[in-house]
């Protein structure tokens, strides 16, 4: 099952935010009550991408520049 969920992660996540702004364009009043769940909904996403990385694997991936350079550009250029 965690292999299955960690191949299609990034469609799953695709799909969720296809849904979610589906749902806000056609009902836009619907908003005020799906707002609530959004940082919830936000932190359960980081955390579980978060401890896919094991602590003992942090200093090497910051080593590495490429993952350190996507990893800025997305925060700092791409996402504001």
Not at 10 to 17: D, E, F, H, T
Not at 40 to 65: E, K, M, N
Request: proline share 5%; no cysteine.
């Amino acid at each position: 099952m965690r292999e299955q969920l960690e191949r299609y992660q990034v469609w799953i996540y695709l799909v969720a935010i296809l849904v979610g702004m589906a749902i806000g364009w056609m009902s836009p009043e619907q908003t005020r009550h799906w707002e609530v769940l959004l940082w919830p909904a936000l932190g359960v996403l980081l955390y579980t991408t978060f401890t896919q990385v094991p602590l003992i694997h942090l200093r090497s991936a910051f080593r590495d520049r490429r993952f350190l350079a996507a990893l800025l550009t997305g925060n700092f250029i791409l996402i504001p």
